[in-house]
Each structure stands twice: as structure tokens, then as C-alpha cells.
């Protein structure tokens, strides 16, 4: 598997899945619609989409159950590259490269179609284990992200702030965001442990909120 990979990720994996990042919280009146459209996208096998609870908005009332301090540090991460001042709610993020308002489907699904995966590392995963090949990695190299999601859709009751009395459905919510290392453009392959009832992803992506290299979910 690793020779395969290290042979051929000069070219674009086909197979890649499109990476959509949702920044969203309970506490945010406008992130319901942008829930539902990552549920539905999360339904495509194109896409790998991911929801990431932000931190920013618990001081209205209601503190987000699944918001962490570093998916909050993630977002503030792409804002610079991405032309914004501060980060803002829904904010969808598709490979890195483009945002769009989450409420809005028509434009969030034309960044999707406009993405180009490019010629990163193709990534696979094996038996508890993680394979990049080789490839042209940035100047200092690429980080290599372990997510570790739940596919489920998690109904959370909200009892304050600006969704109080709402029941709010969430989808493919990030529990755990792990830097695992660099990718320097050598084919590579690294241990993963168990993930429970969760599923896993692994993004290689430029750092400092860079471009999404290459990404694989079980």
C-alpha cells in the first residue's frame, strides 16, 4: 500500500472527498439553517463534512455542549488568509480555500463544485494505521490532522440564549481535533488508535489555515 502510494500521488486522488468545515453554536441564532445543510451534504460521498463547535458565542446565555477552544483557535487560524477581520457564524470553510455563509446552500454547493483538490498527497487509511504518499509538500512542511467525528445526528435541547426552547439537530460533530505531525512531502504512515463510536478523518493541510492537501475518512 505505501509503495502504491509513494508511486502515484503525483497526481490528484480522485477518490479525495472535499472537505466542508462548519463553525457554528447553539448559542447563534442564524446557525440552525447551516446545521441542515451540512447534514445534507454530509450525505454526499464527495464531501467529508464536518461540524466544529465555536466558543465565542456562549457568553449569550447559553454555553455550546460540543464548542472547544481549539475549534474556536481553527477558525481564527483561516479568517487572515481568507480576507476577514474576525471569524464570524455560520461560517462554512470548503478545503481551505473559499467561505461562505452556512445558511446559504446555493452558494455554499457552488464553492464545492468550484474546488480544486489540486496535486496533494494521496491518504489512506488501513487497519488502524494512516498512509500518506509522497508528494510536494509546502515550504516547512504540512500538518497532519486527526478528527474524530460522530455520524449520528445528536439532537441537543437548548434551555437558554438565542435558541432557547429549540430541540437543535447536529450532524458529523468533531469531539476530537488531534495534530498527529508533518507531512514534508516523504510517503509516510502513522499509528491510529481505536476510535470508539466515532469516526475518523485525517487532513493534510498547509499550515496557518492553509489549503487542504489531501483528507480520507473511514
Not at 464531501?47 to 464548542?67: E, I, N, P
Not at 461562505?100 to 457552488?110: F, K, Q, T, W, Y
Not at 504540512?142 to 426552547?165: C, K, Q, T
Not at 478523518?201 to 489555515?209: K, T
Request: glycine share 12%; charged share 20%.
Amino acid at each position: 500500500m505505501l509503495a502504491m502510494l509513494a508511486g502515484t500521488a503525483a497526481a490528484a486522488d480522485p477518490r479525495r472527498p472535499t472537505v466542508v468545515e462548519l463553525f457554528t453554536s447553539q448559542g447563534c441564532s442564524s446557525c440552525p439553517p447551516a446545521n441542515a445543510n451540512l447534514a445534507r451534504l454530509s450525505r454526499r460521498p464527495d464531501v467529508l463534512a464536518l461540524s466544529f463547535g465555536v466558543t465565542y458565542w456562549d457568553r449569550l446565555g447559553w454555553k455550546d455542549v460540543f464548542a472547544r477552544p481549539e475549534y474556536t483557535a481553527r477558525q481564527q487560524a483561516y479568517e487572515p488568509p481568507l480576507g476577514h477581520d474576525g471569524p464570524f457564524t455560520p461560517q462554512i470553510v470548503v478545503d481551505g480555500r473559499a467561505d461562505v455563509v452556512g445558511n446559504e446552500l446555493g452558494p455554499l454547493e457552488a464553492a464545492i463544485g468550484a474546488s480544486r483538490r489540486g496535486d496533494g498527497p494521496q491518504v489512506a487509511l488501513d487497519a488502524g494505521t494512516v498512509r500518506i504518499g509522497a508528494g510536494r509538500a509546502p515550504a516547512g512542511g504540512a500538518d497532519i490532522w486527526l478528527v474524530r467525528y460522530d455520524p449520528h445526528v445528536v439532537e441537543v435541547a437548548v434551555r437558554a440564549g438565542e435558541n432557547s426552547g429549540r430541540t437543535l439537530p447536529h450532524k458529523n460533530v468533531v469531539h476530537a481535533l488531534t495534530r498527529l505531525g508533518t507531512w514534508r512531502g516523504e510517503a509516510l504512515s502513522l499509528p491510529l488508535r481505536a476510535a470508539g463510536d466515532l469516526s475518523t478523518a485525517v487532513l493534510v493541510q498547509a499550515p496557518n489555515g492553509g489549503q487542504i492537501l489531501g483528507a480520507v475518512t473511514d
